[in-house]
């Protein structure tokens, strides 16, 4: 649905009067076209003394793209983007001199700009002080991110200890947070775990042969997911119940996929879409569970008829069809199993109990399957959407929807595509380092992590 | 599978296992599969629905089903038995309307209610012969939706002004117009040769069959029950796609018994000697619909890893002379189905499925009744002895015509499909026999087998 507010404050005369009146005032975010650059202008990296080396790589992996790298900020540059690459941070004082950096950059960063800082993760540091160096550069992005104006978005990217800034998914994950295909992804640190994964040979088409199913594919952000799938090259088998059929045609033959009307909750369910995808493609590599309802009750008055059809479909259904598969050995050499979390499962959201049990239940799914999949090759890992634009959202009361819509660092509510861009990412072959983990997509949303 | 495709050259058929008489020259032609959208009332969901409408929501179905989309299929045969003059190529405007390669070419048929079989028995023939290697049969009808055309004395008067060159010309032509000539002419289910509508023609051969109204309502809420039973195990899933909020045939009554039709009055025979026996619930009400089957060589399925459900074994068209009374109008398929099995070397028993078209209740029984009647069997079909009962237990097991409801051209693409993929689901060397009756006192017949 349309952000009213949103366009009246950015075109206009409203835009003037807005301007005025001192009202917040949501950007345009910049999201991904075929053709537009990678970030709006030059790209500053900038680093502590220690990192040197990691940040060096970082840079000439920019060069390598193309893009326009400084390594300190002049004093009259317009920035498309920052990298703050901390990787070798020992002490929370090593933190001063890259940080204060980049708060007189974040002033002449573009509109539509990025800050990503690279470091390592807390838990694996050596000593105390650098726990504290690495914990703290967490602090800092989510700060930084809240402090950004004009459709900005600050990330972190947390390499594990031994993965170098060259891994694949450490470009990967790299190039994602530079891109318009991250734009309502602000605040968060994507992590990666492991050398694992694969640079695409074009980056437009990264998941080129892949076949791939969704669920929950005839409308919203399902629809969404299985056009970004596919316009980066992925075969869809979009899949809905088969109420949903009609829409779901218009999907399948808009990507030039195949439909398969299946109710996931079906004892038969993971035998009949393994049926189909054998006997069209032979094999599967990117499966999205992405179907989910809702049935929201106060927990006073919750019943089973509202209860369990909501973990059925959002939690029991993935967890049945994902262990079919990982037995059937239908799936390709590096399979991708995506799922949709919520922020409701991390922050926990009144009148969904239900929702909130099946999207938590989700996160600790992934957490638990990651290493099964890493046997199979592959990875899982859950996207979690805060206020997105859908029909589900639009049937929430107004002044909640309000509210609801403009509680994050981007004053706004992000597009199905924006999920969808990141699930792509997750499910691209770059990203084969990044295994158990729950990305969120809220354009920072005030609650929760 | 996103890239159009040129069909490859036809490769050197190989010989086939199906029992129809000159099949050994010819490939096969399979059933892949079928789509339809749920059949409504009329006046229902589909009221503001054209045949364009539905047989495109029919058709973009399959297309999704099968992945075909941006494929240049071999050919697409629809038709529709009411039709709007401006839909003389309902088809290909459908095909253009659809994610079809707009380089799919596609022709109308119609031959009554038999439209939509005659266009899956013309394009398996091509198939056969190596021709095209897919196509999509199918057909469409709306009563809602029914053409209108103004009375023909007004119609001869607006050509002749067209024509007209001076005023005085119009003005003569203006003035042959009468009130009355205003009035609209709506098509009715009318014989032309014989004025009686289709019920009241099946009602002659009801009564004279002697059919009792006891044994048509049984046999209707058979239909209904079996039809609802085939919804509630999923196995429309795969041959349906809903369309206007509709997810299922809007005729249908699962909780229906024999009990509330015996309360319906009659509508039809009602002049006649015999008691009348033809309800509402026993014919089938005026629906709106669309149906599509997809039909293609074996290698053409096989690259594309799509299943093969049937093989069309062979077919046979009938005609009978209701306008003298020698036949009831619905019965040629009581005379083309002896002939199919002979040329076949099959009896009559030696099927596990039948599907015959529920245009009345009476016309099934009628149909059964001559089969079984020695006299009949001998003197009009010229065999020996009686072809038999059929096994009521094999006949339309997931509901028909009565229950689903009938758009004319759209019900033999509905019973393909549905015979399909029940023949698939009996496993090999299962065999199934169609007839659908029409109106012109004609039938199509057909022989299948599971792939």
Redesign the interface.
């Given at each position: 649905m349309t952000d009213t507010y949103l366009n009246l404050v950015n075109t206009g005369f409203t835009k003037k009067l807005a301007k005025q009146l001192g009202l917040p005032r949501p950007a345009v975010l910049r999201r991904h076209r075929p053709g537009a650059p990678l970030v709006p202008g030059p790209v500053v990296v900038l680093d502590d003394a220690a990192s040197e080396k990691d940040a060096d790589t970082v840079a000439q992996q920019l060069l390598d793209w193309d893009l326009d790298v400084r390594r300190h900020a002049g004093p009259e540059e317009r920035f498309g983007a920052a990298v703050v690459v901390l990787t070798e941070v020992a002490s929370p004082e090593d933190l001063s001199a890259p940080v204060l950096a980049l708060g007189p950059v974040l002033k002449r960063l573009a509109p539509g700009g990025r800050v990503v800082v690279v470091s390592r993760p807390a838990a694996g540091a050596t000593s105390p002080a650098a726990a504290a160096a690495r914990q703290g550069i967490d602090g800092v992005v989510r700060s930084l991110a809240k402090e950004l104006r004009g459709g900005a978005t600050g990330n972190g990217i947390v390499l594990a200890d031994g993965v170098a800034p060259s891994a694949p998914s450490a470009v990967g994950a790299l190039r994602f947070l530079l891109s318009g295909r991250s734009a309502f992804v602000d605040g968060q640190l994507v992590e990666v775990d492991s050398d694992a994964g694969e640079l695409p040979t074009d980056w437009e088409r990264p998941l080129d042969g892949r076949v791939a199913v969704v669920t929950g594919a005839a409308r919203g952000i399902g629809a969404a997911i299985a056009r970004t799938l596919a316009g980066q090259g992925a075969?869809v088998v979009?899949v809905d119940v088969?109420?949903?059929?009609?829409a779901?045609?218009?999907v399948?033959?808009?990507?030039?996929?195949?439909?398969?009307?299946?109710?996931i909750t079906?004892t038969d369910a993971a035998e009949r879409l393994l049926q189909h995808v054998r006997?069209?493609?032979?094999r599967l590599d990117v499966v999205v569970h992405n179907a989910g309802i809702t049935r929201d009750k106060l927990l006073a008055n919750m019943t089973p008829e509202k209860w369990d059809p909501v973990v059925g479909v959002n939690v029991m259904a993935p967890l049945r069809i994902t262990d079919a598969l990982l037995v059937s050995e239908a799936l390709g050499e590096a399979p991708r199993v995506v799922c949709l979390a919520s922020t409701s499962g991390i922050a926990g959201n009144r009148g969904q109990t239900n929702y909130a049990a099946s999207k938590g239940g989700v996160i600790g799914m992934v957490q638990a399957s990651a290493p099964a999949l890493a046997a199979a090759g592959g990875t899982i890992n859950a996207v979690a959407p805060g206020f997105i634009e859908t029909d589900m959202t639009a049937r929430i009361p107004f002044a909640t929807r309000e509210v609801a819509r403009r509680f994050n660092s981007l004053q706004q509510g992000g597009q199905p595509v924006d999920v969808a861009e990141t699930i792509a990412f997750l499910a691209s072959p770059q990203a084969g380092g990044i295994n158990g983990r729950t990305l969120r997509v809220c354009g920072q949303n005030m609650v929760g992590r | 599978m996103a890239a159009p495709r040129t069909s490859p050259t036809p490769a050197p058929a190989p010989a086939t296992t199906g029992t129809g008489a000159g099949a050994g020259t010819t490939r096969r032609a399979v059933v892949v599969g079928g789509n339809r959208i749920p059949f409504a009332r009329a006046g229902g969901p589909y009221a503001h629905s054209s045949n364009q409408d539905m047989l495109t929501a029919a058709l973009e179905g399959l297309v999704a089903r099968f992945g075909l989309a941006g494929e240049r299929i071999g050919e697409v045969a629809a038709g529709a038995v009411l039709k709007h003059s401006r839909d003389f190529n309902l088809t290909r405007e459908s095909v253009l309307g659809s994610a079809l390669s707009p380089e799919t070419p596609a022709y109308d048929v119609q031959m009554a209610c038999a439209t939509g079989m005659e266009t899956v028995l013309g394009l398996s023939n091509k198939i056969r012969l190596g021709q095209i290697d897919s196509a999509v049969a199918g057909g469409v009808d709306s009563t809602s939706d029914a053409p209108i055309a103004v009375s023909e004395p007004l119609r001869r008067v607006l050509l002749d002004l067209s024509r007209a060159k001076t005023p005085q010309q119009r003005l003569k032509a203006v003035s042959r117009l009468r009130p009355a000539h205003l009035a609209p002419s709506a098509p009715t289910t009318g014989e032309p040769r014989t004025g009686l509508s289709m019920g009241e023609h099946q009602a002659l051969t009801t009564a004279a069959w002697g059919i009792t109204r006891e044994a048509q309502d049984e046999l209707a809420v058979a239909s209904h029950h079996r039809l609802a039973a085939a919804y509630e195990r999923g196995f429309f899933d795969d041959l349906m796609t809903p369309y206007r909020r509709l997810t299922r045939d809007a005729n249908l009554r699962a909780d229906t018994s024999v009990e509330k039709l015996a309360g319906l009055k009659p509508v039809f025979g009602k002049s006649l000697d015999a008691p009348a026996t033809m309800t509402a619930g026993n014919s089938t009400p005026l629906s709106d619909g669309a149906s599509t089957v997809l039909l293609a060589s074996d290698e053409w399925a096989a690259e594309r890893g799509l299943p093969v459900l049937a093989t069309i074994v062979d077919a046979e068209p009938g005609a009978v002379d209701f306008v003298h009374g020698r036949d009831g109008l619905l019965m040629a398929g009581a005379h083309a189905v002896p002939r199919l099995l002979a040329r076949n070397g099959l009896t009559l028993q030696d099927f596990d499925l039948y599907e015959i078209h529920e245009a009345f209740a009476g016309t099934v029984l009628c149909n059964l009744a001559a089969w079984e009647d020695e006299d009949f069997c001998r003197e009009r079909l010229g065999l020996d002895k009686a072809l038999g009962s059929v096994d009521r237990s094999r006949l339309n097991v997931t509901g028909s015509s009565l229950a689903a409801g009938h758009p004319f051209a759209a019900t033999g693409g509905r019973i393909v499909a549905t015979l399909a993929k029940l023949l698939a689901e009996k496993g090999p060397g299962s065999r199934g026999l169609i007839s659908v009756c029409a109106a012109g006192g004609q039938a199509i017949t057909m022989i299948m087998e599971a792939a």
């Open positions: 075969t979009a088969p109420a949903a059929g009609d779901l045609a218009k399948a033959n808009e990507v030039h996929g195949t439909a398969l009307q299946l109710d079906a006997s069209r493609h032979g | -």
